[in-house]
Every structure is written in C-alpha cells, then in structure tokens.
C-alpha cells in the first residue's frame, strides 16, 4: 500500500528524487529502507523486527516509529491500509 501522507518535505523530496538537502545526507540509506518498506507494506506487522519499531504512547499512541539514528525516528500513522503524517523527527 503506498505512502499516501507526507508532514516532512524532505522525506517526501528523497523519496520521489533519491536527494533532498533537508535530511542530513548520512541519513539517507536508512531512511529510504525504511520509507521503501513502508510503501510496500500490506499489515503493520510487516514492520515488526524492523529499525526498533513501536507504537508510541500517550497522547501519540496511534502513531508508530522507526529508528533512523540515535535521537531520529521516522514516525507515521497506519490505517489499515496506508501508511501516512510520514516525518522524520526527534522526539526524544
């Protein structure tokens, strides 16, 4: 199921293009796995065992993450069929 909601430019950028100046360059391998996987995936099981992912709590539960380095995650929400509110951030 594809991506169908960006909140990050730059995500989005590197995504379509493969370059944004956005993201910090030694991001972009990890964070293009991970937006790949996330085009493709059909259950959120798929990300199960995947760049430490979780379900955040609170008042973000809803919203799930990926690790991309040691404070950046890629966050996203999932609604049963698309993935979308895709940013990458530091929420730590």
């Given at each position: 199921m594809p991506i169908r909601g960006w909140r990050h430019k730059g995500l989005r950028e590197l995504f379509e293009t493969g370059k944004t100046a956005k993201?910090?360059?030694r991001h972009h391998k990890v964070v293009m796995m991970?937006?790949?996987?996330?085009?493709?995936?059909?259950s959120i099981k798929d990300?199960?065992?995947?760049k430490d992912f979780h379900e955040l709590k609170g008042d973000r539960a809803?919203?799930?993450a990926m690790r991309v380095s040691r404070n950046y995650r890629i966050t996203f929400?999932?609604?049963?069929?698309d993935v979308y509110d895709v940013d990458f951030e530091d929420y730590h």
């Open positions: 993201i910090a360059r991970i937006l790949d996987l996330l085009d493709n995936i059909h990300c199960v065992g995947v809803g919203t799930y929400r999932w609604d049963g069929h």
